[in-house]
């Protein structure tokens, strides 16, 4: 395509060569290049540091939410009540869904895997819980996976890119980097009241076992206790659907290492994961949010 | 078509996504407004950055604070919410700047590198770098250039858009954009002209071509 304006000394920066690099488009000029590759780094991603201030922006927002009416919801301080000793993801999935007392099966239907919502289903027979669950079921939902991601990223294994519930966290997120800060944030219930459950840090040696119960500590809502008393009877599946090579450098990493920063309060047992990757992908597949 | 080895850039916009957050966060859904932020934050710290690299977070954490109560009423698309969030920011940094006139509006080490201390800090603090430097790059431009072309780069506002916030025509705003991407063409010619090659752009620029 020709351009009037075009000259010789805009060294083949046309209009519509600026325009298209704005546009993210690839460079068709040498001269191009290094202006792309500028556009590109001003336009990289947002890292943890500079989301480093969600917990407290998210504190504002629900400050400046001042709706008479709504259901104080003790849930909404259920934080993280599970101790991971199995470290079977459907199980945390599933109670932490059950312990945010805010989901029906059906709430849930479109975001758990689909293992996962099978045993939801089996274990979701107790009548909904009775509390109200927000104005939107995305808020509960996504916090039921978060709460999943972080117990799984506390016992120290990755959660697979690949697996439906995190690429559901990774669009919801904005980005597989911001899952860790978005999850983070989200479950930092109030500035005040952060008694978070201590979580079992150690990692899982061996599969868990066919008795393999998690141990649910604190049990706001009957639906928990369901999950309690049933979670033995299918400990094995979904979990394949989060990690199958457990360790492996699949996940980048970089956000879930931020993740303690980004709450402004790390807790205990908050340490980051020691095996993550040193070296992440070059080029890691953002499949999830893409428009090319 | 991939850009840069990035998928998903920082200003990739998703209408749908954003049309259905910022419903729900008007209803008080604190995921929803988490979304929002985690979207929109970024892109309002490095406008910052170039405007005013000194005071970027606090500038941003004010600029929040102000656009919370109005969130409800808020109409429009996600060019339209950064928009509105950049002028909400512009405000305040004038506010910032009178209560504190106590440095200029020059280059400074912008306050994002605080903490790089991560298990894969290297490759990390590099693409931070790069993104600094760009950054500080476009702050050389004359401040009003600066500012429009880091609405177009960075918050990924169209011209139109860049027009309402800075109060000029359309046909300005893309002249002066286009007159300061050749300008940053020209300087990053003659870096890498030069036997240094210091920049971290420079290197990403390399390796694509390698």
């Known amino acids: 395509m020709t351009d009037p304006t075009y000259r010789p000394d805009d060294l083949g920066l046309d ?40 917990a407290d922006a998210l504190a504002a927002f629900r400050e400046s939410v001042t709706q008479p009416g709504t259901v104080e919801e003790p849930t909404r301080r259920t934080t993280m009540l599970l101790t991971l000793t199995r470290s079977k993801l459907v199980l945390c999935a599933t109670a932490g869904a059950l312990t945010m007392g805010a989901a029906s099966a059906a709430a849930y239907s479109n975001v758990l895997p689909d293992p996962m919502q099978s045993v939801a289903h089996q274990l979701i027979k107790a009548p909904a819980p009775s509390h109200a669950v927000g104005p ?5 939902a996504a916090k039921g996976l978060c709460t999943a991601y972080l117990a799984h990223e506390k016992s120290g294994a990755s959660p697979s890119e690949s697996s439906v519930a995190f690429r559901n966290l990774a669009t919801a997120a904005g980005g597989q980097d911001n899952v860790a800060t978005y ?13 978070t459950t201590e979580s079992a840090t150690q990692s899982p040696t061996t599969s868990a076992t066919e008795d393999g119960t998690s141990e649910v500590t604190t049990e706001p809502t009957a639906p928990a206790e369901q999950a309690k008393g049933q979670s033995t009877t299918h400990p094995g599946q979904g979990a394949a659907q989060w990690t199958e090579h457990g360790r492996t450098a699949t996940f980048p990493g970089k956000g879930a290492s931020h993740w303690p920063k980004a709450t402004g309060k790390p807790g205990k047992g908050h340490t980051a994961p020691t095996t ?5 992908p070059t080029t890691s597949p953002q499949d999830a949010g893409s428009n090319g | 078509m991939p850009r840069f080895g990035r998928d998903v850039t920082l ?57 919370l109560p109005q969130l409800k009423d808020f109409e429009g698309t996600e060019g339209g919410f950064r928009g509105w969030l950049v002028t909400i920011a512009r405000h305040k940094l004038v506010d910032v700047r009178r209560r504190s006139a106590r440095r200029p509006e020059v280059l400074g080490a912008t306050p994002m590198t605080e903490e790089p201390r991560v298990p894969d800090a290297a490759e990390l603090a590099a693409e931070r770098q790069a993104t600094e430097d760009a950054l500080r790059l476009i702050a050389t431009l004359p401040t009003d250039v600066a500012e429009m072309v880091a609405l177009r780069v960075v918050v990924g506002l169209d011209v139109g858009e860049v027009a309402a916030v800075v109060g000029k025509r359309p046909g300005t705003v893309r002249v002066a954009v ?33």
């Open chain 1, 15 to 54: 209009p519509w060569t600026l325009e298209s690099l704005l546009d993210g488009a690839e460079p068709t000029v040498d001269a191009a290049a290094p202006l792309a590759a500028l556009i590109a780094s001003a336009r990289r991603p947002a890292d943890a540091v500079e989301l480093r201030g969600a």
């Open chain 1, 136 to 140: 939107d079921a995305t808020g509960p």
């Open chain 1, 183 to 195: 999850c983070a944030a989200l479950l930092t219930p109030t500035p005040s009241s952060t008694e």
């Open chain 1, 276 to 280: 993550a990757p040193t070296t992440a």
């Open chain 2, 11 to 67: 200003v990739t916009v998703d209408g749908d996504q954003f049309a259905a957050d910022l419903s729900a966060a008007q209803a008080g859904d604190d995921a929803a407004f988490l979304r929002l932020w985690l979207q929109t934050h970024p892109v309002l710290l490095r406008f910052l950055a170039v405007r005013a690299p000194d005071v970027a977070e606090d500038v941003a954490s004010e600029t929040w604070l102000a656009a």
């Open chain 2, 178 to 210: 286009h007159r300061g991407l050749r300008r940053l063409a020209a300087t990053l010619a003659e870096q890498h002209a030069d036997a240094g090659v210091t920049l971290e752009l420079a290197s990403t620029i390399q390796g694509r071509h390698d």
